[in-house]
C-alpha cells in the first residue's frame, strides 16, 4: 500500500442541509475520498428528503470507486433541535415537517448500515478535531458564522451533547444581560444576536439609518445588503463598514473569552462564510481575547480558522460514525 | 460487614482554604468518616503551610479511627491559579508567597502516599457528583457563591480542567460585554460581578446612594453591611433588600442560561454562603431560567442547592483521588 491508496475502514458522512445534502467517504485518517452536493428538496417532506439522502451517500460512495460493502458505517449530521441518543430529529425550523422523524434508523434502513445521528454543527467541529485545524489537539470549540452562530465543543476528544443534545450551543449564550438584542431564537443579548451574518446586517441597517455616516454601503439596496457587502467594504476602507466589523470582531472575542473560561480547550476556531473576512477580522478576534482573557488562557490558547471549509459538516459525521462503530 | 462499617478503599480529603484547612477521611461509597479544621496560618508562608496541611490529613485519619495504612491515596484541593497535571500553584491571590510551588509532590512526600492536586471549586462539584445533591448524574455544574463566584463543570463523570487549568472558571463568563461592572480580577461584565456575595454588598451600597428608596439596610453601618443582612431583610419585606435578592437570583439565572447552552448537563447546583437565602431565591433562579431558556434544556434540567455545604470540598478532593489512584 503507498502513501496514496485509500485506507480502511472507510465510512460515508452525510451533512444534510436546508438547501442541499453534502456527502463523502472518508478513510481512517480523516482524508475525504470523495465529495458530492444535491438538493435537499426538503419541501417535498421527509421522505423524499431520506430518499435524497440515501441517494448522496450512494452517489459518494460511487464517486470514491469504492464498493457499498467496503463502508462501515455512516454518520449523519443534520441542523434542528434532535434527540442525539434516539436518532431523532424534533423540530427543526429549516426542515418544515420534518417533525418527530426517526430519522437515523429510516436512514440505516434504506443504506442498511450502521448510522449514528449528529448535530451538524457537532460533526463540523468533530470535523475540524479530526482531521482540520483541530488535529493533534484534545479538546476545541468551534464557532460556525453563518446565518446563525452555530458551535460544537469537543473535550477529551469526546463531543459535549448534553442531557437534552443541546450541549454547544453557545450561539445562544447570553453576552449582554441588559437591553440585549433580539435572537433569532427570540430570546435577548444572545451572541447571534450579535455576531451571526444575520446579525451583521442588521447592525448595518440601524447604523446606516440612525446616523449621517457617510457610506459606500449606502449605495446598495437595503434588501442585496450582505455580510460580505460589508466586508469588503471594510477592506475598501469604508469607515462605517470598518466599524461594524471591528464590533462584529469584539462581539466573538467575547463569546470566545466566555468559552475559553468555561471550557479552557487546546483551540477556538472560526468557520462559516464570514470568515471570508479575511485575517485583518481574525487578528481583531485575537486582539480583544488577549485584552479580556485570563493571562495564561490568553496566552496559550490558539485562536484560528477553521481548514475544512463546507466539508467539515461530512468528514465530521464521518468521524462519528468512525468513533461509534470502528473500535 | 454490616451497613455501619467503614467501606474501603479509603480517601483523605484535603480542602486548602486562605483561613481554614479542612480535611476528612472518606470511605468509598462518598461517606466522611471524619472532619477536623485548622487554621492554615497562610501568612507564615508555604513551609508551614505544607506542614499544616499533612497535621490537618493526620488528624482526620486519627479521628476517623483508621490506621493511617489503610489510606490509598490524598487530594488537595486549592483555591488560586495552579497547573493541575504538574500539582503546582502558580499565583494564588489567597496564599501571599506560595508561588511557583510544586503543593502536590512536597506533600505527598510528608504523607507519603499518593497525591492529586484539583482547584478546588472543581473538587466541591466533584463532591456533589459523587456524593451530595449530583449523585446518580453524569453532568453537572456547580456554582458556588460566596466572596466570589466558584464553578466547577462535571461532563461524563469526569472534571473539565482544561488547558491552562482553567476549566469552569465561570465567575469570568461575560454576562454583560457593554457598560458592564468591574470585576475583582479587574476584568469587566463578568458574572461575579453581578452575582457574588461581594458584588450583591456593592450593588446594595450603590442603590442605597443613589437613591431616596427607603429601606432597614440604611440603619446598618456601611462597613458592616453583608450578604446575610441583605438577605434576611429581603426576607423580612424591606423593598430595597428584596429587589436586590431579586436582581441577583437573575444574574445567576443569565449565568445558569449560558452554562445550560454550552454544557447542558444534567442538574446545575447553587452552594456557598449564599443559599442561605433559602427556597424562595432559588425559586427565584429557577423562574428566569424557564423564561430564558431553550424550552427543552428549561423543562428538563434539575435546579437544586447543594447538599454538602463546606465539606464538599475536602469530599470531592477525596473522590479525585479515588478516581486517580483507586481503580
Redesign the interface.
Known amino acids: 500500500m503507498n502513501a496514496f491508496d485509500p485506507r480502511p475502514p472507510f465510512y460515508l458522512g452525510i451533512d444534510l442541509g436546508g438547501t442541499n445534502i453534502k456527502s463523502g467517504v472518508v478513510e481512517d485518517t480523516g482524508r475525504p475520498l470523495s465529495s458530492v452536493s444535491i438538493e435537499t428538496e426538503a419541501d417535498r417532506g421527509p421522505e423524499v428528503g431520506i430518499e435524497n439522502l440515501a441517494k448522496a451517500g450512494r452517489l459518494a460512495v460511487e464517486a470514491s470507486g469504492l464498493r457499498w460493502d467496503q463502508i462501515s458505517g455512516v454518520g449523519l449530521g443534520s441542523p434542528g433541535?434532535m434527540d442525539l441518543s434516539r436518532g431523532m430529529l424534533?423540530q427543526p425550523p429549516n426542515l418544515p415537517g420534518w417533525n418527530q422523524l426517526p430519522i437515523r434508523d429510516l436512514l440505516a434502513a434504506k443504506l442498511d448500515k450502521p448510522t449514528i445521528l449528529q448535530n451538524d454543527a457537532n460533526a463540523a467541529a468533530y470535523g475540524e478535531y479530526w482531521a482540520g485545524a483541530g488535529r493533534n489537539t484534545r479538546?476545541l470549540v468551534l464557532f460556525t458564522l453563518g446565518t446563525g452562530v452555530g458551535c460544537g465543543?469537543i473535550?477529551?476528544g469526546?463531543i459535549?451533547?448534553?442531557?437534552?443534545?443541546?450541549?454547544?450551543?453557545?450561539g445562544?449564550?447570553?453576552?449582554?444581560?441588559?437591553n440585549g438584542r433580539r435572537c433569532g431564537?427570540g430570546?435577548y443579548g444572545h451572541l447571534e444576536a450579535y455576531a451571526s451574518a444575520t446579525a451583521l446586517v442588521k447592525r448595518a441597517h440601524d447604523l446606516l439609518s440612525e446616523g449621517s455616516m457617510k457610506s459606500v454601503l449606502r449605495e446598495i439596496p437595503p434588501d442585496d445588503l450582505t455580510s460580505r457587502a460589508i466586508s469588503e467594504a471594510a477592506d475598501a476602507g469604508d469607515p462605517a463598514a470598518r466599524r461594524l466589523m471591528k464590533e462584529t470582531a469584539?462581539?466573538l472575542a467575547?463569546g470566545t473569552?466566555?468559552?475559553?473560561?468555561?471550557?479552557?480547550?487546546?483551540i477556538v476556531l472560526f468557520g462559516g462564510g464570514m470568515i471570508a473576512a479575511g485575517q485583518g477580522f481574525l487578528e481583531d478576534i485575537r486582539q480583544h481575547v488577549q485584552k479580556?482573557a485570563?493571562p495564561?488562557?490568553a496566552k496559550?490558547?490558539r485562536i484560528d480558522y477553521a481548514e475544512l471549509g463546507g466539508d467539515a459538516g461530512f468528514i465530521g459525521a464521518a468521524g462519528c460514525a468512525r468513533d461509534a462503530f470502528g473500535r
Open positions: 433541535t424534533l479538546s465543543i473535550t477529551e469526546r459535549i451533547e448534553g442531557r437534552h443534545s443541546h450541549g454547544g450551543e453557545c445562544h449564550i447570553i453576552v449582554q444581560m441588559e431564537c430570546a469584539f462581539y467575547v473569552v466566555t468559552l475559553l473560561h468555561t471550557i479552557d480547550p487546546d479580556m485570563f495564561a488562557v496559550g490558547t
